[in-house]
């Protein structure tokens, strides 16, 4: 498939556990025939469920999406320590002995709202230039700075101790995005005395993008093959209804296109918004611009001169 005859918009997929996110993209680059395909935020190989892939021009949306909340389902496991923060790394037994539901209940209330986390040494976080993951496997012990996230919502849904040396708590997570779940596991253990580990996830929102609307891998594949992948594709500005929508004139779609600053005929948006979304007669979107001074700015322009 050309690449101007590829598709553009936004597929969100369930992705299964086993494969990373960068395995996921290549599948979606092969299908589409584009290699203009990117992703709304990392889910770890263990993980599951929605990832939000931005197929041709809708690649350019990506930044607005860069900050989306996120919802989790986490199972975490108490009673021991993984070198990762999670099930794939090397566990030791904890210090002290595993909790029960109600300690694990009461800890929860320290870790919901702002909180300082540092993120797992087995991660992409950058220090000195340096991936921490990178470090770790060599390793070498870098000090990770903490970080500022916001926890929503934190609750207790499930608990298992069938295993009363390794019981497991089930948790509902809503968060801001760079929030790392398995920091979260790792410091409630060490809250508790007992240790902790992240031992299954899934993502069931990202921004606007829900795991009830996702689709499976299989389903893409079969569309790819049927030619109609198209057909799972969102719109690029489906998310950014937090931006005003202006409609633009032939000749104003023109100017727009050429990437011109123009001053619409019609009213111009509250100033104060973030950026306003361009769309001509058809509602086909144009571009994604900022106001200033009475002008609309283009930001990103996303349909060729005319």
Same mark, same amino acid.
């Given at each position: 498939m050309a690449e101007e005859s590829a598709p553009a918009g936004i597929l969100v997929v369930d992705k299964p556990v086993g494969p990373t996110s960068h395995d996921v993209v290549a599948l979606v680059r092969r299908l589409a025939g584009t290699r203009r395909v990117g992703h709304g935020g990392t889910l770890d190989p263990f993980a599951r469920g929605v990832l939000p892939l931005f197929v041709g021009a809708a690649t350019r949306v990506v930044e607005y999406h860069a900050h989306d909340p996120k919802q989790y389902r986490a199972t975490v496991v108490f009673g021991a320590r993984s070198t990762t923060d999670d099930l794939e790394g090397e566990l030791t037994p904890g210090d002290g002995p595993?909790? @029960?539901? #109600?300690?694990?209940?009461?800890?929860? /209330?320290?870790?919901?709202?702002? &909180?300082?986390?540092? #993120?797992?040494?087995?991660?992409?976080?950058?220090?000195?230039? =340096?991936?921490?993951?990178r470090a770790a496997r060599a390793g070498e012990r870098i000090e990770i700075p903490e970080r500022t996230v916001t926890i929503e919502r934190l609750d207790?849904?499930?608990?298992? /101790? !069938?295993?009363?040396?390794?019981?497991?708590?089930? $948790?509902? &997570?809503? *968060?801001?995005?760079?929030?790392?779940?398995?920091? $979260?596991?790792? @410091?409630?253990?060490?809250?508790?005395? *007992?240790?902790?580990? %992240?031992?299954?996830?899934?993502?069931?929102? !990202?921004?606007?993008?829900? %795991?009830?609307?996702?689709?499976?891998?299989?389903?893409?594949?079969?569309?790819?093959?049927?030619?109609?992948?198209?057909?799972?594709? $969102?719109? &690029?500005?489906?998310?950014?209804?937090?931006?005003?929508?202006?409609? $633009?004139?032939? /000749?104003?779609?023109?100017?727009?296109?050429?990437? =011109?600053? &123009?001053? #619409?005929?019609?009213?111009?948006?509250?100033?104060?918004?973030?950026?306003?979304?361009?769309?001509?007669?058809?509602?086909? %979107?144009?571009a994604i611009a900022r106001v200033a001074g009475g002008r609309i700015h283009p930001d990103k322009v996303l349909i060729g001169r005319t």
């Open positions: 595993p909790p @029960d539901r #109600p300690a694990v209940a009461a800890a929860l /209330d320290v870790f919901r709202g702002t &909180i300082s986390q540092r #993120p797992p040494a087995y991660s992409a976080v950058k220090v000195a230039g =340096q991936r921490a993951y207790l849904v499930d608990w298992d /101790d !069938s295993d009363r040396d390794r019981p497991a708590a089930g $948790l509902e &997570i809503a *968060c801001s995005a760079g929030t790392y779940v398995r920091s $979260l596991a790792r @410091d409630l253990g060490e809250r508790l005395a *007992c240790g902790a580990y %992240l031992a299954a996830l899934v993502r069931t929102e !990202s921004g606007p993008f829900l %795991l009830a609307e996702a689709h499976t891998l299989e389903t893409v594949r079969e569309r790819a093959a049927g030619g109609t992948l198209v057909d799972l594709l $969102l719109p &690029i500005d489906h998310g950014l209804e937090r931006f005003p929508r202006l409609v $633009l004139a032939g /000749d104003e779609v023109a100017a727009v296109a050429r990437g =011109q600053v &123009i001053r #619409p005929a019609g009213a111009v948006p509250d100033p104060v918004a973030e950026r306003v979304r361009l769309v001509d007669g058809s509602d086909r %979107l144009v």
